[in-house]
């Protein structure tokens, strides 16, 4: 079989890896926009370049990428696009890259997942466009791909549970020792290893707002920072929910935590957090709370990813349930620049 009009299968499959592992490195930054990737290949199948979409009101992964390769002089190489998400097909904030990528020297395109949203979709069909259409690829139509393909809807999934189920990926953390306790000895807000908080605050680099409990905030003062590893540079205040029938929540702990740079809300129905978060543009968001709210968010099936981490005699074992192609998944096995 064929597999691509001008470069090797490898060279596909290496640049794919590229595109998803830095768009990875993205979650967390981009809402309400997605985490995209897009590596820029030669007639060889080498990598020129990589882009990845920073942040909102920035350029496209695919625009990034152009620019980046003509900053280097190597546009006029560029012979396959690899693109994690659907090139745009609309005007927004940005001009559509399924344009960009027609007036480049690309001749082939190769596109890992197709846009859920219906404003911007199309961009496949205008590539193929004659006259000067490209060769498109959809990696869901090939069964030699279906990782890669897996992949990019993971990349994609909390952006995509927004737009179609206007809700975010929710994604729980929990933290269970020898006993299958919750609750960290007298004096301690935590009793996980070293590797585990480094798991536990890559996610909170990666979403864009956490929920707890009254019982956890009062009980513990957490902070809700991320410490173990860099956070994304200048974003805008991470949304910070507190489930709080009773309107317990501490003034001080508020004003602490805004000056930490959270915008604290409170909520006094868990069920419309979701909706709430949505409509603020969040698309993925991480619950790190107590017995009482994980009961209730169990009860409600309020989740889709469900992290928990044992803590056992040797290295904590790491339990992950999904619902779907998860992100989370991803971002663990791409553990690349941040721990480095
Ligand atoms: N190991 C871990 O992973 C982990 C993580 C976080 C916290 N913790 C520990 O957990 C302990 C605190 O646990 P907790 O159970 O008391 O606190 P929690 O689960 O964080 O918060 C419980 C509160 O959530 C509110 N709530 C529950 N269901 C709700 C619903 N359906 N809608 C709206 N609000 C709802 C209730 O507030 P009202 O009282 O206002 O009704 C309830 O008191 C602490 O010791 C903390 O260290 C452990």
């Not at 994604?171 to 009793?191: C, I, Y």
């Amino acid at each position: 079989m064929i597999l691509s009009d001008t470069v090797s299968l490898t060279a596909i499959r290496h640049g794919f890896r590229s595109a998803i592992s830095q768009a990875v490195d993205t979650f967390g930054a981009t809402a309400p926009n997605p985490s995209v990737g897009c590596a820029l290949l030669d007639a060889d199948g080498r990598i020129l370049t990589v882009g990845v979409h920073p942040r909102v009101g920035q350029p496209h992964a695919e625009a990034m990428a152009l620019a980046q390769a003509r900053a280097a002089g190597v546009l006029d190489q560029a012979r396959v696009a690899l693109v994690t998400l659907e090139p745009c097909n609309h005007t927004g904030r940005t001009p559509p890259c399924s344009e960009a990528l027609r007036n480049s020297p690309v001749r082939e395109v190769w596109i890992g997942a197709a846009d859920p949203n219906p404003q911007a979709a199309g961009g496949a069909e205008r590539l193929r466009e004659m006259p000067d259409g490209k060769r498109v690829v959809m990696l869901a139509d090939r069964p030699d791909m279906t990782d890669l393909a897996r992949d990019c809807r993971a990349l994609l999934a909390p952006f995509a549970s927004r737009v179609v189920r206007h809700c975010p990926w929710i994604s729980v953390k929990q933290a269970l020792d020898e006993h299958g306790s919750m609750v960290p000895p007298p004096g301690q807000k935590t009793f996980t290893s070293p590797a585990s908080l480094t798991l536990a605050h890559r996610l909170r680099r990666a979403t864009d707002a956490v929920i707890t409990g009254i019982g956890t905030v009062l009980s513990d003062r957490p902070r809700f920072t991320v410490r173990h590893v860099a956070d994304h540079e200048g974003r805008s205040p991470r949304l910070l929910v507190v489930c709080d029938r009773h309107g317990r929540l501490p003034a001080d702990w508020v004003a602490e935590m805004t000056e930490a740079g959270f915008e604290i809300l409170t909520s006094s129905d868990l069920l419309s957090v979701p909706a709430m978060l949505a409509e603020r543009g969040v698309n993925w968001a991480m619950i790190e709370a107590g017995p009482a709210l994980l009961a209730s968010v169990a009860e409600a099936g309020l989740w889709d990813d469900w992290l928990t981490i044992h803590k056992t005699a040797g290295a904590d074992r790491i339990d992950l349930k999904s619902r779907d192609e998860s992100p989370l998944r991803l971002l663990r096995e791409n553990a690349c620049s941040l721990e480095s």
